[in-house]
């Protein structure tokens, strides 16, 4: 626990979750202003029960890219700072110490979320919407699945590979995830060998898009996929047993 968090306070020193709290009100700011006439089923596109699944959206995609951001580099500085070596000298193991930093990286994480979160309750009061209060927390435990697949994922490969490798194979991962019903519709018109590779490399990717749209069903009262959920609870136990199996040969 007290590796857990010494990385959430450097983590808060480092000033994240104030950036967290500004990136929030301007993006909720920004997508709550006057949209015009647009309507869909009958309301207006600047009507917050309509709006939702946009910002649940948006803030999600934050958040996931916040938690890439702070996981990249954790255990690569450690290494470097040979915080390690103080490690071992109390008789830590290498996977609990590399355990304890991705769970440092998650709570981070969680955060900076919630946070997000509270902007969107805060603007929902403000627009009328108290009702949904309650739901929009319960959207938030979602965003906790989506946040944490990031901080595993990434973690785990910061292992085993540079910081910079590591980055640019999970913006990938990040990128695709996150768009990826985009990226389904998208490779339907492919065809041939080059199409098939294709559609089996966006399947590879995490559904983040489907976690993101369950928070905002949850939010409308609208039918919710749990094998969804259940999906993105398998990839963090997966990287999980990476974090536990990885090892480092500086240690």
């Excluded at 006057?34 to 910002?55: C, F, K, Q, W």
Aim: contains cysteine; hydrophobic residues 55%; positive net charge.
């Amino acid at each position: 626990m007290e590796i857990i968090m010494n990385v959430a306070r450097e983590k808060i020193r480092r000033k994240m979750l104030y950036i967290t709290t500004i990136l929030g009100i301007i993006v909720v700011m920004v997508f709550s202003t006057d949209m015009g006439s647009l309507t869909i089923d009958g309301r207006l596109l600047n009507d917050y029960y309509v709006l939702i699944p946009i910002l649940i959206n948006v803030v999600n995609f934050l958040a996931g890219a916040i938690a890439l951001a702070m996981s990249v580099s954790t255990i690569p500085n450690e290494y470097e700072r040979r915080t390690s070596h103080l490690i071992w000298s109390r008789g830590i193991s290498q996977s609990r110490y590399h355990m304890n930093l991705a769970l440092g990286n998650v709570l981070i994480s969680w955060l900076s979320g919630i946070i997000l979160y509270i902007t969107l309750g805060v603007f929902a009061v403000v627009d009328g919407y108290s009702d949904m209060l309650g739901y929009i927390g319960l959207a938030a435990l979602i965003m906790l699945i989506y946040t944490a697949i990031i901080c595993m994922l990434t973690t785990a490969l910061s292992i085993k590979l540079p910081p910079i490798v590591t980055g640019i194979i999970m913006i990938v991962v990040f990128v695709g995830g996150a768009f990826r019903n985009i990226l389904i519709l998208i490779s339907a018109t492919a065809t041939g060998m080059g199409g098939t590779i294709i559609k089996r490399i966006i399947k590879i990717f995490p559904d983040l898009a489907g976690l993101s749209r369950q928070a905002g069903n949850l939010v409308q009262g609208k039918a919710v996929d749990l094998r969804v959920m259940v999906m993105g609870l398998l990839i963090i136990g997966t990287a999980g047993l990476g974090i536990l199996f990885f090892r480092r040969k500086e240690a």
